[in-house]
């Protein structure tokens, strides 16, 4: 609120605004007499007003840390938002704004390495005025083109919006992706989809096997009884790995250390699993063109970040410990879904 409209203000109120200099305090802008009947009510109206304010100035710094597409359906809705939840006071608004804008929590893709951390409880340990189910509920917002975390990330983290990836972390310089519960690998219509997958398996292994698509339980019970058993040319052995990529024509990335897997042999059913579930998170990098790959547990009460890029095959066939993923076959499911596995 600037002095002029203060001043207004304190005009309308029947208060009196007094210079600064002519009182032993510092930064005084008015007075209130304590045995005024109306003294609350007072206080309470300066508060609100001095709020709206301040509600208003936050709108605008949310609203300058989105892209275009988001601005103002995500800065109304974080604003809504905060409004509901906020309980620091109106006096103390302005803190809230200058960790927003000049000091937001330091948050970075390196930082979420390792192991599962908890993001909204770390939000709200940092953010003392903003509740966990504030973050909460902001994390469900997907305003324009972006989507359920990025919001969050972007408003409140050092955390940026993206263009390779959700995110972008300018600390170490990494693209990040985002998958929250239910978030899947691509799109419809971007990737091939698994009963064409298991229709080439079938070719290449001379097999005929019956099922929706590809599944753990049919990559382990169903396909790898067959493959141990086959021994498969170069070509078979490339063709068998590009079926299992979601974008065959991407895919580039380990494909010769993964195509030297299959040709050597597969040693267990547990490995064909990870080397899909590999070669399915590779497709989509090599895709997309992001680095990382930041993953919420399923009901999306944690999230741990994978690397991608920079990672082995064998790194990245051992996020088969940590991940979960649905089937891949038609329709809503021509991706895989991914979730962090509960501890």
């Not at 359906?73 to 109106?90: C, E, F, I, T, W």
């Not at 509740?131 to 408003?155: A, R």
């Not at 080439?200 to 292994?205: D, E």
């Amino acid at each position: 609120m600037n002095l002029l409209k203060y001043k207004e203000f304190l005009k309308e109120s029947n208060l009196v605004y007094v210079n600064a200099q002519d009182m032993p305090a510092k930064d005084v802008l008015g007075t209130l007499d304590t045995s005024d009947p109306k003294y609350g009510q007072k206080v309470n109206s300066i508060k609100n007003t001095l709020a709206e304010e301040a509600f208003n100035h936050l709108k605008t710094i949310i609203a300058n840390k989105l892209p275009p597409s988001a601005r103002d359906a995500g800065a109304r809705k974080v604003n809504d938002l905060a409004r509901k939840y906020y309980s620091g006071g109106p006096e103390n608004l302005g803190q809230l704004i200058d960790l927003i804008e000049e000091n937001p929590l330091q948050m970075s893709s390196s930082s979420l390495y390792g192991s599962p951390s908890d993001p909204f409880s770390a939000l709200a340990s940092y953010y003392k005025a903003l509740p966990t189910n504030f973050f909460l509920d902001l994390f469900k917002e997907q305003p324009g083109d972006m989507g359920p975390g990025e919001l969050m990330f972007s408003v409140f983290t050092t955390f940026q919006k993206g263009t390779k990836g959700d995110l972008y972390d300018p600390l170490n310089k990494r693209n990040v992706e985002v998958k929250a519960k239910n978030g899947r690998l691509s799109g419809i219509g971007k990737m091939e989809n698994g009963v064409d997958a298991l229709d080439k398996i079938n070719k290449i292994l001379n097999s005929s096997i019956k099922s929706r698509g590809i599944s753990k339980t049919t990559l382990e019970s169903d396909i790898f009884p067959i493959l141990k058993e086959k021994k498969l040319s170069d070509k078979e052995a490339e063709e068998f790995v590009l079926a299992l990529s979601q974008i065959p024509g991407s895919f580039s990335t380990h494909k010769k250390e993964a195509v030297a897997l299959v040709k050597n042999g597969i040693k267990s059913a547990g490995e064909l699993s990870d080397l899909f579930l590999a070669i399915q998170l590779i497709s989509y990098r090599d895709y997309a063109g992001f680095d990382d790959i930041m993953i919420f547990t399923d009901g999306n009460t944690q999230c741990q970040v994978i690397q991608i890029s920079d990672a082995s095959l064998g790194q990245i066939m051992g996020y088969g410990n940590i991940i979960s993923y649905s089937g891949w076959a038609t329709g809503q499911e021509t991706a895989i879904g991914v979730s962090r596995r509960k501890r």
